[in-house]
């Protein structure tokens, strides 16, 4: 294999353990324990905006849990359900038994639907069913009312006693906010969000996700001829703190050199990967574009990309004690 190519698949296999993704994971797997050992049902929800890492979490946590066979029986105690969009009342259920795998033959109502979906886990022995994408509930199109869905992800929970992990986009909270039963079954919201650039420690842990996939490409043959810091703060431009963004970014870039042999990785290269992909762009502050790779790039620049994450993702910006993040 070139090297090239395997530095891409390296990467795209490359799970970083990072501090915002370790808040989430430790606890999240603890509640998972819990469901499978017999507890009581819970309720919980992440939210977070799109590439900040959601889906490699539910990666995370369906992989230490798998499907296995007990007596010959098929056991998935942790199960991940897309919610498909549009979405209607006979695709919740029909979407969690696609999931298991069970084929949906000829016309079938709501009512039967949800009774064969509730014997198919209760077979499968399934404790915990992750719903990747719920906020596709509370979209513009959506043909379940935000209150209906919201009932029957209670009465889901309640029937079988089973954990639910709900991940979504910021406006997933709607569907707690409009049901005061569902809200007040759940737990606290958890937000997974982008680094903040004015918290040092934020700051540091972002570079450390920057060094670790550099480090992937020196390894390969390809270093970046970037100083370190200097490719912290273009990263930071391009992603707005977002690591599921800075890992496009770096696909999207070892992709750029596959059919080539091992050679140093220029500013020029960055940048034609950058514009390669959707990225966090103000109009006032463009990676690899603004600022050159011997350019400090300063304070404000990195705060505005921030603010853009947040704001696109009617996240609120929170007011700091003047605590102010830098790499020294």
Same mark, same amino acid.
């Given at each position: 294999m070139m090297p090239a190519k395997k530095l891409r698949?390296? +990467?795209? =296999?490359?799970?970083?353990?990072?501090?915002?993704?370790?808040?989430?994971?430790?606890?999240?797997?603890? =509640? +998972?324990e819990d469901a499978i050992d017999g507890a009581a049902s819970r309720i919980e929800r992440?939210?977070?905006?799109? =590439?900040?890492?959601?889906?490699?979490? +539910? $990666?995370?946590?369906? =992989?230490?849990?798998?499907?296995?066979?007990? $007596?010959?029986?098929?056991?998935?105690?942790?199960?991940?359900?897309?919610?498909?969009?549009?979405?209607?009342?006979?695709?919740l259920p029909s979407s969690v038994l696609t999931a298991l795998g069970i084929p949906i033959q000829g016309n079938i109502t709501s009512g039967v639907m949800g009774k064969r979906m509730q014997e198919q886990l209760k077979l499968a022995g399934t404790r915990v069913v992750i719903f990747e994408e719920a906020s596709h509930l509370v979209e513009v199109g959506a043909r379940v009312p935000s209150r209906s869905a919201g009932d029957w992800f209670k009465w889901l929970a309640d029937s079988q006693n089973l954990t639910l992990l709900l991940f979504g986009v910021p406006r997933l909270e709607r569907l707690f906010d409009i049901n005061e039963q569902l809200r007040m079954r759940a737990s606290a919201a958890r937000?997974?969000?982008p680094y903040d650039s004015r918290i040092q420690e934020g700051m540091q842990a972002?570079?450390?996700?920057?060094?670790?996939?550099?480090?992937?490409?020196?390894?390969?043959?390809?270093?970046?001829?970037?100083?370190?810091?200097?490719?912290t703060y273009q990263c930071y431009l391009l992603t707005g703190g977002l690591v599921g963004l800075l890992s496009r970014f770096m696909q999207e870039l070892a992709g750029q050199?596959?059919?080539?042999?091992?050679?140093?990785?220029?500013?020029?290269?960055?940048?034609?990967?950058?514009?390669?992909?959707?990225?966090?762009?103000s109009g006032q502050f463009s990676a690899f574009e603004s600022f050159d790779c011997t350019e400090k790039i300063p304070a404000v620049a990195?705060?505005?990309?921030?603010?853009q994450v947040m704001n696109m993702n009617e996240l609120k910006v929170p007011i700091l004690d003047s605590r102010e993040g830098a790499l020294q």
């Open positions: 698949i390296d +990467i795209e =296999r490359c799970e970083l353990q990072h501090p915002q993704f370790l808040k989430q994971l430790l606890p999240l797997k603890q =509640r +998972i992440v939210i977070g905006p799109s =590439r900040v890492g959601k889906s490699m979490l +539910i $990666n995370s946590l369906s =992989r230490d849990y798998p499907e296995t066979k007990v $007596n010959g029986r098929r056991q998935v105690p942790v199960l991940v359900v897309p919610v498909p969009t549009p979405v209607s009342p006979l695709l937000r997974f969000l972002f570079h450390t996700c920057v060094a670790t996939y550099a480090n992937l490409f020196s390894a390969a043959g390809f270093p970046i001829a970037l100083p370190p810091l200097a490719l050199l596959v059919g080539e042999m091992p050679r140093s990785v220029g500013f020029e290269d960055c940048r034609a990967a950058a514009v390669a992909i959707e990225s966090v762009d990195l705060h505005d990309a921030y603010v």
